[in-house]
């Protein structure tokens, strides 16, 4: 059988579930809840249900304070020591101190060996065009491991979240700023925010990671593109789109926007995932089955790149 890593994967530190007064997970079902807080027995059989190799684990969303990151990480690094063939690791940073946030990306790459480090898009609803972002970015470059952003909730101090509520239940608007719609395009912007400030052109080596079959970019890729040429940039968006970012499939089991995906991507920047536990590992290999079926990625070389190899080249890890 093919091997198969995934990168979306995560979990929720016992540390930072102590120290916490706000939990994001407490509407979503107890067997998810189960899952996010299990590093052992629970995730390695639902890995083999759902032939998953070597599972990237990070942390769920939310911003932490650098004492909880470390106790994360820590955490983290344990679980993956344990269980070195199954389990890699991305750091949880500091993202609100960007110099502190610097430190433990090079600790838990050069100490516990994490292949990366995920962030949120924005931490306190700041995004990371502002440069005193950078040095975090410029450290993954210098390490030569991969920056992931992921979606975060919508900042409530800033208006964000209000943004989406309505007239209508306040848990709809919560489900639109997340993961019903908000999460994604704020992601996309993220991306097009630190284009458009010029990071790719201060860090042209820097690697960068996002999800959903692209956070939306894929569709709407030729447009901004059309425009990002007026941003006065060195490097065009399409170069950047190419060469700096890495897409994965988690949690969008759908063809439509895999068959999008795949014509904007050259097939070594597209990776499969899963978003594990918030989408199951069977649901992930039964939609390979259906990608096998639709031919849009062709057996042999092409569906060992999306399956393993593109993984194992990125973070450095062996299946």
């Known amino acids: 059988m ?12 016992s540390a930072v579930r102590n120290a916490s007064d706000t939990d994001h997970y407490a509407q979503f079902p107890p067997p998810i809840v189960s899952k996010l807080n299990t590093l052992a027995a629970e995730r390695l059989q639902d890995l083999d249900n759902g032939h998953v190799s070597l599972q990237v684990i990070s942390h769920g969303p939310g911003a932490q304070p650098p004492q909880l990151c470390k106790a994360a990480n820590d955490e983290l690094a344990s679980a993956v020591a344990a269980n070195p063939t199954r389990f890699a690791a991305f750091a949880l940073l500091p993202m609100a101190e960007p110099g502190l946030a610097v430190e433990e990306l090079e600790r838990c790459v050069i100490e516990h060996r994490f292949v990366g480090a995920l962030v949120d898009n924005h931490t306190n609803g700041q995004f990371y065009d502002d440069r005193k972002f950078w040095p975090v970015f410029e450290k993954a470059q210098d390490l030569d491991v991969p920056i992931y952003i992921h979606p975060s909730y919508p900042d409530e101090k800033t ?4 943004h989406y509520r309505g007239n209508y239940d306040d848990r709809i608007g919560d489900a639109l700023g997340a993961y ?6 704020d992601t996309a912007l993220s991306i097009l925010k630190l284009y458009a400030a010029g990071l790719f052109d201060a860090l042209p080596n820097v690697k960068i990671i996002i999800g959903h079959m692209g956070e939306m970019l894929p569709f709407q890729l030729e447009r901004v593109i059309a425009i990002a040429s007026r941003f ?4 065009g968006l399409r170069d950047v789109w190419t060469q700096n970012i890495w897409v994965t499939t988690s949690g969008m089991f759908a063809l439509a926007p895999l068959a999008c995906l795949l014509q904007t991507m050259p097939i070594e920047r597209v990776l499969y995932s899963v978003d594990y536990p918030f989408s199951a590992n069977e649901k992930g290999y039964a939609f390979l089955e259906e990608i096998k079926k639709s031919g849009l990625i062709k057996e042999g ?6 399956l393993y190899k593109n993984a194992q080249e990125l973070l450095k890890v062996k299946v």
């Open 2 to 13: 093919t091997p198969i890593i995934t990168l979306e994967e995560h979990y929720v530190s």
């Open 159 to 162: 208006g964000v979240a209000a």
């Open 180 to 185: 019903g719609w908000g999460w994604h395009s």
């Open 232 to 235: 006065g940039r060195q490097r």
């Open 301 to 306: 070389e092409e569906w060992e790149k999306f």
